[in-house]
C-alpha cells in the first residue's frame, strides 16, 4: 500500500491524475489506457515511497525492540490475529464499481419517489414527531423532487448517483435509522471501505482517535493498531468525524458523532451514498512517534448476506427491531476481521451451529459464535462473567434465549456484566425474552402502536383473524375508531407474548450490569428499556445515550405483501413492484417504555445509563480493560444473593429444601398456590409439601426487607 508522499510528489500526481480525468472522458478505450497507466504509476510510487522510508522504519524498528515497547507488541499481536483480506473476495477500485451502476429510467425514478411518499405518508409512525422536533418536512421535499421530475427527459436526467443521494438525504433527515431508502442493484449487497478500523478514547489530554484492527495483508510504515489518527483529507479528525455523523441519521448527538467515525472508514452502499472522494489522505502518528501520511484507496467488496428475508410474510420479519445500518456494518466487520466466525457460520449470519465452538482460547464455547461471547474476566474488583451480545438477529428467539441461559449458568456466579456494545437489534421476541432470565419480576414487553391512517387500517383489517401468520388483531379496534374518535395512534399492544416473555422466570441470580453505547439501536434499545424499566440492574454506558431507536420495522416488500396474502391479492394495492431491487423501510410501529416511564416513546429518547464509562487507550488496545473495572466496581456494590431450592418427591409428598444467601423469606407456591411462607436465617430449612402430582410446578420467591429479589422454578 502507498506510504507517506512528500508535498511535491502529491502535487504532481494530483497533477497527473486530473490529466489522465480528463483524457478519460473522450473514450472508454482511452479510460481503460489511463487506468493502467495509473496503477503503474502508483505501484512506481509506492515502491520508491517504501525504498525511502526503509532505512527510517529499521532504525525505528530498533529502537522500539530496544525499548522494548509493550503497547507495540500488542500491536502486532493484534495485527497478526486479524481475519483475512477482504482481496479474497471479489474486490474493485471505488471508481471502477461505480462505473458500472446507472440504469435506472426515468419512469423508474418517479416510480420510487411515488412509493416513497406512499410509505412516508401512510405507514411511517414517527412522522409528526419528527417533523416537529428536526424541523424538517420529507414529503415536500419528495413532491418538489417528483414535479420537477416531470420537467425532464431522459436525455436532461441527472445523473444517478444524484438521484440516490437525494432520495438518501431525504430519509436521512428524519433521523430515524429505521426508515430508509435501500439503493437498487449494483448497490445492494455491496461495501465500500478502507482497510482499518478506527475507535475513539479518552485521556486526560482529551479525545483520540487510534486504529484498532487492519485487514490481514495491509501494511503501511509505523501502521497499525494503536497508530493515532489526527487528520482526515487535510480536516482535523474530531472535525471530520462530526461533519460526517451529521449527514447520517443518529437520533441524538451522541449517535450521530459514533455513525460519524464508523462510516469514515466502512459504508453498506445499500443503505449508504458512495463516498464522494476516490480516496482518503490520513495523517497519523506512527507506532515509533514519527508523524507520518498515506493516501488510501476506497474499495468495494461484496458483504455477507442477512439473516433473514425481510419482505417474507414470517413472524420474525414482521417482529424485526433492526437498524439495518449497524446490521450491514457488523457483517462487514466480520467479513474483514473476523474470518474465523465467518467460517463456522459457514457465510450463514447468525447461524446456530450443532455443536459448541470456542472462538477464542478464553470464551466458552457456544452454538451462536456470531451472536454471543462468553468469558471470565478479572477486574480490580473481583472475578466475574463477561457476555457479549453482538446481535439479537436471529430466526429463533427461544433457542437465543436458551443459549444465553446455559453460558450465564457457566460463567460466575456473583456477577454478570452484560455488554451490547454495537448491538442493531433484531428479533423483538429474543430482545425480551431474555430479560425474564435476570430478574425475578414479571416482564411486561413494550406496548407499540400504529399511527392512525386509511392504509394502516386495510392492513390491519386484512390480517386481524391472522390469516397469514401475523396477527394484526389487538390493533383493529382502535384504528377502525379512529376516524370517529380522532385518536392519531392506535392502542398500545405488545409485540412479544406476554406468555413468552415469563415463561422461564428467573434462571441468574448474581448482580447484573448492562453495557451500552451509542450504537445500541432498536430491538437492543428495546432491551436496555424493559433493563432499566423492570430495574434489573445498573446501566453503564460508554456515551450518554443509546441510539433511541424505538420501533418496529417493515419492508415496502412486507407491506406490499400483506396486502397480497392470502389470496386473492388486493387489486387496489397502493403498493407497486420497485425497480432493480430497491427496497425502503419504515418504522410502523413505535415502542412505548414500561414501568415508572409507562408510555414514554423510546424514539429519540433513548436509555440513559446510570453511569458513564469514557473509552480509554487500554480499553481499545488491551481488551476492555478499564470498562471491564468499571463494571466490576459497579457490581461490587450491588448485594450478591442466592436462592438454592431443591425438591425431592416420594409417592405425593414433596420434600422441599430451602437454602439461601441475602434473602430473609421465602415464599412457596405449587401451580401458582400458595403454600407456605418461610422466615429464614443463615441455616437451611425443609418443607414437606401433601397430596403433590409429578410434573407440577414449584415456584419460590425470596424476598430481602419485604422486595422481591430472586425466584425460582422447579418442575417436580
Known amino acids: 500500500m502507498p506510504g507517506p508522499r512528500k508535498s511535491a510528489a502529491k502535487k504532481t500526481t494530483a497533477k497527473k491524475t486530473a490529466a489522465k480525468k480528463t483524457a478519460a472522458k473522450k473514450t472508454t478505450a482511452t479510460a481503460k489506457k489511463t487506468a493502467a497507466k495509473t496503477t503503474a504509476a502508483n505501484k512506481t510510487v509506492a515502491k520508491k515511497t517504501a525504498s525511502k522510508n526503509t532505512a527510517a522504519n529499521k532504525t525505528a524498528a530498533k529502537n522500539a525492540a530496544a525499548a522494548k515497547n509493550a503497547a507495540a507488541a500488542k500491536n502486532a499481536a493484534a495485527a497478526k490475529k486479524t481475519a483475512a483480506p477482504a482481496e479474497q473476495a471479489s474486490t474493485v477500485p471505488l471508481p471502477q464499481f461505480l462505473a458500472s451502476a446507472g440504469t435506472l429510467t426515468l419512469d423508474q425514478r418517479k416510480l420510487l419517489v411515488d412509493q416513497a411518499l406512499l410509505l412516508l405518508e401512510q405507514?411511517?409512525?414517527?412522522?409528526?414527531?419528527?417533523?416537529?422536533?428536526?424541523?424538517?418536512?420529507?414529503?415536500?421535499?419528495?413532491?418538489?423532487m417528483r414535479a420537477r421530475m416531470e420537467r425532464r427527459t431522459a436525455e436532461s436526467m441527472e445523473a444517478e448517483w444524484i438521484f440516490h443521494r437525494e432520495m438518501s438525504s431525504i430519509f436521512h433527515s428524519v433521523r430515524d435509522l429505521h426508515t430508509n431508502y435501500l439503493l437498487p442493484a449494483p448497490f445492494a449487497g455491496k461495501i465500500a471501505y478502507l482497510p482499518f478500523m478506527i475507535e475513539k478514547c479518552y485521556d486526560t489530554t482529551g479525545e483520540h482517535y487510534l486504529i484498532t484492527n487492519i485487514v490481514t495483508g495491509y501494511s503501511a510504515p509505523q501502521f497499525g493498531p494503536g497508530a493515532e489518527v489526527t487528520h482526515w483529507n487535510g480536516t482535523p479528525i474530531a472535525r471530520a468525524v462530526a461533519l460526517n455523523g451529521a449527514q447520517f441519521a443518529g437520533s441524538n448527538d451522541a449517535a450521530n458523532l459514533a455513525r460519524g467515525l464508523e462510516s469514515l472508514t466502512l459504508r453498506p452502499l445499500v443503505i449508504q451514498a458512495p463516498p464522494d472522494e476516490d480516496w482518503v489522505?490520513?495523517?497519523?502518528?506512527?507506532?515509533?512517534?514519527?508523524?507520518?501520511?498515506?493516501?488510501?484507496?476506497?474499495?468495494?467488496?461484496?458483504?455477507?448476506?442477512?439473516?433473514?428475508?425481510?419482505?417474507?410474510?414470517?413472524?420474525?420479519?414482521?417482529?424485526?427491531?433492526?437498524?439495518?445500518?449497524?446490521?450491514?456494518?457488523?457483517?462487514a466487520k466480520k467479513a474483514l476481521y473476523v474470518r474465523e466466525v465467518?467460517?463456522?457460520?459457514?457465510?450463514?449470519?447468525?447461524?446456530?451451529?450443532?455443536?459448541?465452538?470456542?472462538?477464542?482460547?478464553?470464551?466458552?464455547?457456544?452454538?451462536?459464535?456470531?451472536?454471543?461471547?462468553?468469558?471470565?474476566?478479572?477486574?480490580?474488583?473481583?472475578?466475574?462473567?463477561?457476555?457479549?451480545?453482538?446481535?439479537?438477529?436471529?430466526?429463533?428467539?427461544?433457542?437465543?434465549?436458551?443459549?444465553?441461559?446455559?453460558?450465564?449458568?457457566a460463567l460466575p456466579q456473583n456477577g454478570l456484566i452484560v455488554d451490547v456494545r454495537d448491538n442493531g437489534g433484531g428479533h423483538i421476541y429474543a430482545s425480551e425474552f431474555t430479560l425474564q432470565t435476570m430478574t425475578p419480576r414479571h416482564?411486561?414487553?413494550?406496548?407499540?402502536?400504529?399511527?392512525?391512517?386509511?392504509?394502516?387500517?386495510?392492513?390491519?383489517?386484512?390480517?386481524?383473524?391472522?390469516?397469514?401468520?401475523?396477527?394484526?388483531?389487538?390493533?383493529?379496534?382502535?384504528?377502525?375508531?379512529?376516524?370517529?374518535?380522532?385518536?392519531?395512534?392506535?392502542?398500545?399492544?405488545?409485540?412479544?407474548?406476554?406468555?413468552?416473555?415469563?415463561?422461564?422466570?428467573?434462571?441468574?441470580?448474581?448482580?447484573?450490569?448492562?453495557?451500552?453505547?451509542?450504537?445500541?439501536?432498536?430491538?437492543?434499545?428495546?432491551?436496555?428499556?424493559?433493563?432499566?424499566?423492570?430495574?434489573?440492574?445498573?446501566?453503564?454506558?460508554?456515551?450518554?445515550?443509546?441510539?433511541?431507536?424505538?420501533?418496529?420495522?417493515?419492508?415496502?416488500?412486507?407491506?406490499?405483501?400483506?396486502?397480497?396474502?392470502?389470496?386473492?391479492?388486493?387489486?387496489?394495492?397502493?403498493?407497486?413492484?420497485?425497480?432493480?431491487?430497491?427496497?425502503?423501510?419504515?418504522?410502523?410501529?413505535?415502542?412505548?417504555?414500561?414501568?415508572?416511564?409507562?408510555?414514554?416513546?423510546?424514539?429519540?429518547?433513548?436509555?440513559?445509563?446510570?453511569?458513564?464509562?469514557?473509552?480509554?487507550?487500554?480499553?481499545?488496545?488491551?481488551?476492555?480493560?478499564?470498562?471491564?473495572?468499571?463494571?466490576?466496581?459497579?457490581l461490587t456494590a450491588m448485594p450478591v444473593r442466592r436462592l438454592g431450592v431443591t425438591v425431592s418427591l416420594a409417592g405425593t409428598t414433596l420434600t422441599v429444601g430451602l437454602d439461601v444467601d441475602g434473602i430473609d423469606r421465602v415464599d412457596v407456591y405449587l401451580d401458582d398456590r400458595p403454600i407456605s411462607s418461610e422466615d429464614l436465617a443463615a441455616d437451611p430449612v425443609n418443607l414437606t409439601v401433601l397430596d403433590v402430582k409429578a410434573g407440577q410446578v414449584l415456584r419460590a420467591d425470596g424476598y430481602s426487607g419485604g422486595e422481591l429479589v430472586a425466584s425460582r422454578r422447579l418442575t417436580v
Not at 381 to 393: D, K, N, V
Not at 609 to 628: F, I, Q
Open 281 to 331: 489522505t490520513l495523517s497519523y502518528v506512527g507506532l515509533d512517534g514519527s508523524a507520518q501520511e498515506l493516501r488510501e484507496q476506497w474499495k468495494v467488496t461484496t458483504n455477507l448476506p442477512p439473516m433473514t428475508n425481510l419482505d417474507a410474510v414470517t413472524p420474525a420479519s414482521a417482529s424485526m427491531g433492526l437498524d439495518l445500518d449497524s446490521d450491514e456494518k457488523a457483517r
Open 123 to 144: 405507514n411511517y409512525v414517527h412522522l409528526p414527531e419528527k417533523v416537529a422536533m428536526h424541523a424538517v418536512n420529507p414529503l415536500q421535499r419528495l413532491r418538489v
Open 443 to 634: 416482564i411486561s414487553p413494550e406496548p407499540v402502536q400504529f399511527i392512525s391512517t386509511p392504509l394502516n387500517l386495510r392492513l390491519c383489517r386484512r390480517h386481524k383473524d391472522n390469516p397469514a401468520g401475523i396477527d394484526l388483531g389487538p390493533w383493529f379496534d382502535s384504528l377502525d375508531l379512529a376516524t370517529e374518535t380522532g385518536a392519531a395512534y392506535s392502542a398500545a399492544k405488545p409485540i412479544t407474548p406476554e406468555d413468552g416473555a415469563n415463561e422461564i422466570g428467573q434462571t441468574y441470580y448474581g448482580p447484573v450490569v448492562l453495557v451500552t453505547d451509542a450504537r445500541v439501536y432498536s430491538a437492543t434499545d428495546i432491551f436496555a428499556a424493559g433493563f432499566a424499566d423492570h430495574q434489573i440492574g445498573k446501566i453503564l454506558g460508554v456515551d450518554d445515550n443509546t441510539g433511541a431507536g424505538g420501533a418496529n420495522v417493515w419492508t415496502h416488500g412486507l407491506l406490499a405483501t400483506l396486502l397480497n396474502e392470502p389470496p386473492p391479492p388486493d387489486p387496489t394495492s397502493p403498493y407497486e413492484a420497485l425497480p432493480n431491487g430497491a427496497n425502503m423501510r419504515v418504522a410502523i410501529r413505535r415502542t412505548l417504555r414500561v414501568g415508572e416511564l409507562s408510555g414514554t416513546p423510546v424514539e429519540d429518547l433513548g436509555v440513559r445509563p446510570d453511569a458513564t464509562h469514557k473509552m480509554t487507550r487500554a480499553d481499545l488496545l488491551e481488551g476492555n480493560v478499564d470498562l471491564l473495572d468499571a463494571a466490576g466496581a459497579l
Open 342 to 409: 465467518v467460517d463456522l457460520e459457514q457465510g450463514q449470519t447468525s447461524a446456530e451451529l450443532t455443536e459448541p465452538v470456542a472462538v477464542g482460547g478464553a470464551d466458552l464455547a457456544t452454538t451462536m459464535p456470531g451472536v454471543f461471547r462468553a468469558r471470565e474476566v478479572v477486574t480490580a474488583h473481583g472475578t466475574f462473567g463477561h457476555l457479549r451480545i453482538f446481535t439479537f438477529s436471529v430466526t429463533d428467539p427461544v433457542a437465543f434465549r436458551d443459549e444465553f441461559v446455559r453460558l450465564a449458568a
